[in-house]
């Protein structure tokens, strides 16, 4: 995942080595990407599902290139895919498909760059652990991929959406981010919504919290307390 031609953990930072200056930087579960200045994109790191984009394969110890993807403006990575933005306003997806993740049309998983379907003027990426939204120029929110948990807000009806589907009705929103199983948007007034799984309360809407819920979920689970933080016991650094 560190990218530096090994499989030792470190304590410190290592540098990449890559052809280009990057201008756009995303880690997943355990498989990184970057965009250069030249609007390519480079990934290493595992690739069991196709992540890299550079075909199924072992996983990729230094930086990869995605083939054939080119005038890419910014990635992001989630739990076994990724996507990118390119300029025009289309976006880019590769890797698992289980749950729709990739925007396809369909749930078949892909090891190269392939476009998402019936999508235009997206400016915005955010890519979670099983599902993936864009903000459009006008301000509306579009989201497809796995929904069992609201992540989709119920635009998917609870069920995967290999399509991008319009999420709420607002059209002011500035900023979206997407987690393991939640996604958050910034509104242009300053509000903060939030919808999905939220067992450690990752909503915000327990207690005294910023965020609020735009619409009734009937997957979200109850708040409950963070557990007590864990040392893994099969870290060991390399200096």
Same mark, same amino acid.
């Given at each position: 995942?560190?990218?530096?031609?090994?499989?030792?953990?470190?304590?410190?930072?290592?540098?990449?080595?890559?052809? $280009?200056? $990057?201008?756009?930087?995303? +880690?997943?579960?355990?498989?990184?990407?970057? *965009? @250069?200045?030249?609007?390519?994109?480079?990934?290493?790191?595992?690739?069991?599902?196709?992540?890299? =984009?550079?075909?199924?394969?072992?996983?990729?110890?230094?930086?990869?290139?995605?083939?054939?993807?080119?005038? $890419?403006?910014?990635?992001?990575?989630?739990?076994?895919?990724?996507? +990118?933005?390119?300029?025009?306003?289309?976006?880019?997806?590769?890797?698992?498909?289980?749950?729709?993740? @990739?925007?396809?049309?369909? $749930?078949?998983?892909?090891? =190269?760059? +392939?476009?998402?379907?019936?999508?235009?003027?997206?400016?915005?990426?955010?890519?979670?652990?099983?599902? &993936?939204?864009?903000?459009?120029?006008?301000?509306? !929110?579009?989201?497809?991929?796995?929904?069992?948990?609201?992540?989709?807000?119920? =635009?998917?009806?609870?069920?995967?959406? &290999?399509?991008?589907?319009? !999420?709420?009705?607002?059209?002011?929103?500035?900023? *979206?981010?997407?987690?393991?199983?939640?996604? *958050?948007?910034?509104?242009?007034?300053?509000?903060?919504?939030?919808?999905?799984?939220?067992?450690?309360?990752? @909503?915000?809407?327990? =207690?005294?919290?910023?965020?609020?819920?735009?619409?009734?979920?009937?997957?979200?689970?109850?708040?409950?307390?963070?557990?007590?933080?864990?040392?893994?016991?099969? !870290? &060991?650094?390399?200096?």
């Amino acid at each position: 995942q560190l990218g530096d031609n090994s499989t030792s953990d470190r304590c410190t930072p290592v540098p990449v080595a890559l052809p $280009a200056p $990057a201008i756009s930087i995303s +880690a997943g579960a355990a498989s990184t990407c970057a *965009v @250069l200045n030249d609007g390519s994109v480079m990934c290493w790191g595992y690739n069991g599902s196709g992540e890299l =984009g550079n075909g199924p394969g072992n996983a990729a110890y230094v930086p990869v290139a995605v083939p054939g993807l080119t005038g $890419a403006e910014s990635v992001d990575v989630g739990l076994n895919h990724a996507c +990118a933005l390119k300029g025009g306003g289309t976006v880019w997806c590769w890797g698992n498909n289980d749950n729709g993740e @990739l925007g396809a049309g369909h $749930a078949n998983a892909r090891a =190269g760059a +392939a476009e998402v379907v019936n999508l235009a003027e997206a400016i915005d990426l955010a890519v979670g652990g099983q599902h &993936t939204c864009v903000r459009k120029a006008a301000g509306t !929110l579009w989201c497809w991929g796995m929904d069992q948990s609201g992540e989709l807000a119920g =635009g998917g009806g609870f069920l995967a959406a &290999t399509a991008p589907v319009r !999420l709420l009705t607002a059209s002011n929103v500035v900023a *979206v981010d997407a987690g393991h199983g939640h996604t *958050v948007a910034r509104l242009s007034d300053g509000g903060v919504i939030a919808w999905g799984y939220n067992p450690y309360g990752q @909503l915000g809407i327990s =207690g005294a919290g910023p965020n609020t819920v735009p619409l009734s979920c009937p997957t979200i689970d109850v708040y409950a307390p963070l557990p007590t933080p864990t040392t893994d016991p099969e !870290l &060991t650094c390399t200096p």
